[in-house]
């Protein structure tokens, strides 16, 4: 009889013993489930190659980049470094969906020092580098995020030598350069300069992307007093001259 009550009490205590080994064991398994469920705020440093077109390299801009994320609001700028003989790069350290490059003023990373920027570019789209065509969004051009900028163009000196033709000479032709800006719709005349040794130039002050040559009857500087014109001419590819030959186009 002593002998069986002695064996219950040991299997009653090897049983308590089992049991507080499996809540230990429940216990760990839901402490580690909580640690795995835990959410981790993500940051990473996004590096992006910047190709910069001819026309965003023009009065000596700057050039910045504006990271955001679509879901959280979270915003920065950074600078597009232009220095590296590897490329121009833009590199930030953040949780962002987004970027847009900005082209500059001056080196102040502000959207009132806006010129031109890039529509929004999602991030995971770039594959690391993204190509800017031309002068792509002006800074008046609607985008998702933020508001756009006023434009404002600079200023500055344009000079072309212009060779004329022996046509355009007949008949004591008088010549002008008419000048517009196909973003903004800036234009201006300004007369061909015969007198020179070297030849004949037109040196005109603004921000113009075109020009055409006109072959007028007299001195006015007027389409009405036109004989003769070139085609629309886009002066960053003239390399600073131009020859007229034959008639070109006619008024």
């Known amino acids: 009889m002593k002998k069986s009550i002695k064996t219950r009490i040991i299997s009653i205590a090897t049983a308590a013993l089992m049991a507080l080994s499996v809540a230990t064991a429940t216990m760990a398994s839901a402490s580690a489930a909580t640690v795995e469920g835990t959410s981790v705020s993500a940051y990473q440093n996004t590096t992006i190659k910047v190709n910069l077109s001819d026309e965003w390299k023009m009065h000596n801009a700057n050039f910045g980049a504006y990271f955001f994320n679509e879901y959280t609001g979270a915003n920065a700028w950074t600078k597009v470094d232009c220095r590296g003989y590897m490329g121009n790069y833009a590199s930030i350290n953040g949780d962002y969906t987004h970027v847009i490059f900005v082209r500059l003023k001056d080196a102040n990373l502000d959207w009132s020092n806006a010129w031109n920027k890039t529509a929004d570019l999602r991030i995971s789209d770039l594959n690391g580098s993204y190509t800017i065509n031309g002068w792509e969004l002006d800074a008046n051009a609607q985008a998702a995020a933020p508001a756009p900028v006023q434009f404002q163009a600079p200023s500055q000196e344009i000079k072309l030598n212009v060779n004329i033709s022996n046509e355009w000479k007949m008949h004591n032709a008088s010549f002008g350069a008419y000048f517009f800006n196909e973003y903004t719709g800036a234009n201006t005349w300004a007369k061909v300069d015969c007198r020179g040794y070297m030849g004949n130039s037109v040196t005109v002050n603004g921000d113009y992307t075109h020009?055409?040559?006109?072959?007028?009857?007299?001195?006015?500087?007027?389409?009405?007093?036109?004989?003769?014109?070139?085609?629309?001419?886009?002066?960053?590819?003239l390399n600073g001259s131009y020859t007229i030959n034959g008639w070109e186009l006619d008024a």
């Not at 500087?221 to 002066?235: E, G, Q």
């Open 211 to 237: 020009v055409l040559f006109v072959r007028l009857k007299d001195a006015n500087l007027d389409w009405s007093s036109a004989w003769n014109k070139t085609p629309d001419l886009r002066i960053s590819d």
